[in-house]
T-cell receptor
Framework: AQSVSQHNHHVILSEAASLELGCNYSYGGTVNLFWYVQYPGQHLQLLLKYFSGDPLVKGIKGFEAEFIKSKFSFNLRKPSVQWSDTAEYFC?????????FGAGTRLTVKP | KAGVTQTPRYLIKTRGQQVTLSCSPISGHRSVSWYQQTPGQGLQFLFEYFSETQRNKGNFPGRFSGRQFSNSRSEMNVSTLELGDSALYLCASNLQSGLTEAFFGQGTRLTVV
């Protein structure tokens, strides 16, 4: 079945560590790609999105993601995490007329 | 401008009952999508409405239904509630169908006892 896979369910890092969260999808053809973040007690917010063009996209709060078409991947990165990045991160793919989400990765940043 | 508003925020229902959740999209947005969020499952797509018509439907039983009104407000109904329906139900609005970018509400936390 077509799907969006996030490999890490829970990631624990210390402040200033580098972050990479994996996301793979199995849809063929043209897709739009997104990363959303859900801070504790808050609604889902868009971190960044890729529609076309430069496969390295930059989002808010120092996050970036790289689209690698050959690997069907859209991994999220941040060079140096902060305690305030503690949240749940969702990768999403829009292969057509609806959006499919991964199961989410919970990130805990220790001060 | 106001964001996506979902009411109520919290709800407790008994097995077998039915429930109606409401979503008011961002002004000017005509597409509303509904998702079920549970721990470990992420967000599961329920359905999308655009201009009062259901455009897409996820893989949920017929107990889950929805509708959209002419002012783009949407309601989601779940009949014959089961314990497994306990979840956070999220609504997302978009200018157009096709979901180039979705704006989410804070959700309705439904607990079935």
């Amino acid at each position: 079945a077509q799907s969006v896979s996030q490999h890490n369910h829970h990631v624990i890092l210390s402040e200033a560590a580098s972050l990479e969260l994996g996301c793979n999808y199995s849809y063929g053809g043209t897709v739009n790609l997104f990363w959303y973040v859900q801070y504790p007690g808050q609604h889902l917010q868009l971190l960044l999105k890729y529609f076309s063009g430069d496969p390295l996209v930059k989002g808010i709060k120092g996050f970036e993601a790289e689209f690698i078409k050959s690997k069907f991947s859209f991994n999220l990165r941040k060079p140096s995490v902060q305690w305030s990045d503690t949240a749940e991160y969702f990768c999403a793919v829009n292969p057509g007329e609806d959006m499919r989400f991964g199961a989410g990765t919970r990130l805990t940043v220790k001060p | 401008k106001a964001g996506v508003t979902q009411t109520p925020r919290y709800l407790i229902k008994t097995r077998g009952q039915q429930v109606t959740l409401s979503c008011s999209p961002i002004s000017g947005h005509r597409s509303v999508s509904w998702y079920q969020q549970t721990p470990g499952q992420g967000l599961q797509f329920l359905f999308e409405y655009f201009s009062e018509t259901q455009r897409n439907k996820g893989n949920f039983p017929g107990r889950f239904s929805g509708r959209q009104f002419s002012n783009s407000r949407s309601e989601m109904n779940v009949s014959t509630l089961e314990l497994g329906d306990s979840a956070l139900y999220l609504c997302a609005s978009n200018l157009q169908s096709g979901l180039t970018e979705a704006f989410f509400g804070q959700g309705t936390r439904l607990t079935v006892v």
